[in-house]
């Protein structure tokens, strides 16, 4: 790498040179040519230039890229052409990279804020590291001191810099449960939990890169060697990879139906993927749990489901104990029934009719193929079992799916019925399908029940660890008769604090092995366990489960350790049961991506937390209205990835080739801070309480950081470097103890740089087939070894917390808050819609149509930004300069809308309401909080009016106004409540869903009216201008380089005060 | 006489603006400039039964190019050894008389869609070269191994194209990626489409199945 050292100076002689200074002298376009100007002002493009292969960051994929550097700074981005699914390209995101990085909204050194909050009075101070770090610990340390350990809390996501490991476990290495994240309830976290509930495999996320199966083969360096796409037909629910994964997922979709694969997509938008399919069902937002509920009604009416796999894969014969809710076992309703020999005891024995004999019957687990000499497990049946009315799985499945007939189901989903029955043929007509489910459910009330449903679907179908699904696994297969069956461990993502810490049941294992596994860690008897493993940190992190904020109602949440993030604000706007008074953020723009921001500004600024600490790379809405402290984080350009990441079977680096002022690695200031305070409170452990136990940190047995301390962090640059050079300095002939420098010197020009898995050893199919050590099939990680359609964890979960809490527990939800009988329903069910526009014959289904609010609206992302990111970066603004409401002609010319109009939209977050108390609509379960729902005020956008959404029917996509706090502004505001459409969005009342208390982005109701551009918004193209990559910034090359020159030092953030600040 | 120009897929094409971000990057064409556009051709009939598609558009490299008849400093030229349509912003006078020559621009080439474009800055009109700069002897085939290579280099538009919709090259020369790809969809029944304007004879062409959407050229 060219360490030359960008100065002011070579930096506009770069720009002159390209002809690319503008009128005001201080923007550049693109720096990225040398010499000429022969019509396109180019010339040769290589010269002094170096690439270093690397994985773009612009969204949550990850696309192989060459970046180029010249003379230390990036002057190029193009996509990767080995790079397997984005095959070369890379969308707008990754390009606009470099005008992120070279922000003038970067974050460069550490900022104390010096004036009051709130972005008017807005002004920054720059401190040295260690004066940051040590205030942060400071006040850390002396809120725990005197409230307690579970005054702290932090809070992670909203698009950039993510720090998920950090977050998480931040707060436990002090003593507090309290951390949320704007994704997770609200964004994957149902779907991948519910996979795990119901199989323990991959869940259908194409944006997460769990289906990963329909984008193999499509290279051709992949197809020389023989891998085949095998995926020819796709159902696209509620995901657009076209949009949110422009460049790898979209460019992957683009060659899946060039080469003839057929596809459905349901989404209320006719986005590209819906312009682009074979089949279009636009449903209304919110109901698309009728629509699923009939496609199984004709599917078990029909039998179009694969025989074998629903009889003997699935727990769909299984009889269901009415009074448990929970399957029938053989042992305990049959008196005298005998376990077979060869059954191992972690592998019950359940009950079915047998179709042969008509009788109830035993049903082992088995090779089906053994099994069928013995029963014939009948799907839709009901018996007499103990005297109780049974019925199986399946029959609870098509009782409920009763009402939903392909007309109620058209009717209710505003879908044409033989569009619907044409899906469900071209579905189930294949030999091998998959169902790919979007973000949508988990935004709604509906985030359970819809990836129930759509993994069950797929189950009952057979579509499942075979070649062309969508639910299949990577990775070597077992050896035959080798691996014990398999089980899953809870708590944290794959069960990882579960592991270290203990906590939790290891479902699939007997509770024998479990209750020894506890035993070993409270007794200390078990030599090879970690110094962290032991009786009072387990004590203590079970402790944090049973008090985190929302487990009483929502304990999916347990599975990625976060809190509910409404009753986070709740017990900072009540202090009940606890106040958490200081936060550390750890990414993105809060404002920007928590629904109903109004609630929460109105929470923060009304006597909230004391202190607000952030590490971000920008300056967004969240930082200039109420952060007290910003560390500055790299970003991606100049950040070396922590580990590999990659696409399909290839493994890409991701090294920082440039650095810019003070920053550093996301994962530097968790364990910096957290290191510092725990320095502070050790010498307090006889007056730090615990949390709400009442007991001191002495009483406990503990001290701090707890356990493990910070996941993921580290100390400085040099141990990411590690992780990357042990990766990929195979390919590089570097030796173990290389170095950054090593690495920049043998990466350069090198596009053969990075990691490919051999097909065989990546592409796998049958895992569940596989003889396991028991001599059965290995089957699947539930208790019940087969895939629960039937979600039987839901059950036992809502009752007691199971297997989370193990070996404690927590008592029942509120039976308020479960839709199965007071519990987690263990189906795709509907659940009341609470704001629904007004439907023919919508029966209990709906909540009673509001006048008020007419129109449905739903939101979706847009090709220009990913989360809260990028609103900042010129050449996405100048062509998305707003988030363009989509609305139908008819009901644009209803409401006097044209075109290009400005509109004010309005729901119950801007007008306030009176909800009825006992309705089952209150704010909170809790009862404790003023019924007004009024939070912000209207928020206004451009219509875009065209036959892209249904009449009645209204999407936009979330967004901040960076410009609104612009020193050019005479009147500063955050920026996040003019155009912001999660103003809107419904997360202050309590229709969360039941299992993951996710609230409502999507699929509520608003009105509209024409209106007038905000004064404070930016739209003309020009207008941007200052959010052009300026030469006010310096960028040092090395990290935390202060260098002896104040005018190089100067903070690139200058946001005086309008008035009042300091 | 070498017909060097774009063809498009608009089966592929999702509408991302990629193309337009990767040209202002390659050409640093500043905020308010643009040298090529996506056009969203929006649905005409009923909700639900509706059908799009987007064109990507810049400029259209005429056989009979009346930019060039028009321009009175002979700013506009072709490129001698490829024949591609050029602007020498040189020799501009920022007169703007090739903008209503151009049967693709807006008068005053500054309303989206305008494949010319008037740079209030800089006054002079410009427009999309293929990158020329890159691509003036290349057969538009990429070179993987290195993406630079001139004999094989492509606009960095065509590259990046998150659909891998765009392709590039000389319709003279059969071996040429833009004519494989033209043959290809020709063979396959695939409907090639051009955006008609009287006696301009453009060489960019677009493909368009009917099973996607109709053919409404640039829509309303």
Redesign the interface.
Known sequence: MQEATLTRRSFVKAATI???V??GGS?L?????QG????????T??GGRVFYNSICHGCIQACPC?VYVEDGVVV?I??H??APT???????KG??Q?HTCYSPRRVLYPLRRTGARGAATAAWERISWDEAVELAAVKIAETIEKYGTYAFFCSVGGGGAYSFMQAMTTPMALGSPTVFEPGCAQCYLPRITEAAYMYGGADQSIADCAVLEPFKGLAPLEEAKGVTQDTKVLVLWAAQP??SQ??QS??GM??L??RGCKTIVVDPN?S??A??ATI?L?VRPGSDAALILSWYRVILDEKLYDEEFIKFWTNMPFLINPGTKLPWLAAEAIEGYTIPADMPEDTPVYLCVDENTGQVAPLPFGDPAKVKATVNPQVLATATVNGAESKSAAQIYRDEAEPWTLARAAEFCW??ED?IRAAIDLYTGAEVAGIANGVASDMEETASQVPVGLMGLDMIMGYINKPGATMTQNGPLPAEGEAPRPTMFWNGFGGMFGQMYGIGYEVGATKEANEARIKAIEDGTNPEAPPFQNGPTLFAMNQLLLDRLGMKNHRGLYNWCHSHIPSVREAIETGEPFKPRVWFDMSGNKFAVLGSAGAWYNAIMNDGPEFIICQYPMITSFQIEVADLIFPLEEWLEATGASEFGQLNYGFPSPGVIHLGETVPNSVPPKRVVDAASVLLNEKLDSVTFGATGKSMTEMELQFPLGLGVMGGINSEEEVWATQIAAYGGVLGLDEGATREDYLEAAKNR?DAYNVTPPDQYWTYGQHLVTANDGLPMGFATESRKCEVYNTLHIKLSRTGWPYCYPRELGPIDPRAGTWGGDYSPICNVPVQKEVPEIANGGDFVAPYDPEFPLAITSGRV??FHHGTMRHA???R???PAPFVRI?PATAAQYGIADGDWVEISSRRTQGSEYVKGTGLELSYSGTKEQNTKTAEPIRTIAYV??????GVLWMERFWNPECFDSSQPNKTGGWQECNVNVITNAIDCNFNEVFGSYTNRGFTVNIKKSERPANVWI???E??PF?PTTANEYVADIGVARDNKELLTPIVEFAATEGGA | MPKRTLVIDL??C?????C???C?????????NYWNHVKPV???????N?????VPLQCQQCENSPCITACPTGASYRDPDNNVV?????ECIGCKTCLPACPYSSPEGNVRPSVRWFNV??NVTEKC?L????TAASDGV?N?????DPAHAVP?CV???????RSYGDLEDPDSKASQVLARAEADGRKVCMIEAEGVMPAARYILSES??AWRGLGD
Not at chain 1, 29 to 33: F, I
Not at chain 1, 36 to 43: A, E, F, K, N, P
Not at chain 1, 86 to 92: A, H, M
């Open positions: 390209a002809g690319a503008l009128a923007a376009t693109g720096c990225l040519q000429g100007s022969d019509g396109g002002g180019g010339g493009q290589v060459k190029k193009e996509g052409p080995d984005n095959l070369g390209s890379l969308c707008l390009l606009n470099i076209s949009v422009t460049a979209g460019r683009a060659e139906r060039a006719f590209p993927d312009v682009k279009h636009p879908v044409p569009r596009a090709y220009y010129p050449f996405a100048e062509l998305y139908n065209a036959e892209v959404v249904a009449p003309e193209p020009r941007f201008e052009m | 089966d592929r999702s509408g991302c603006d990629s337009v971000v990767a202002k990057f390659e050409n640093n064409i500043g905020l308010g929006n649905p005409v009939g009923t909700h639900p509706i059908d799009m598609y987007w050029l602007i020498n912003k040189e800055e800089e070269t990158c020329n700069h890159l990429e993987t191994e290195d993406t630079t960095p590259h990046n194209c998150s659909c891998g919709a996607i959407a």
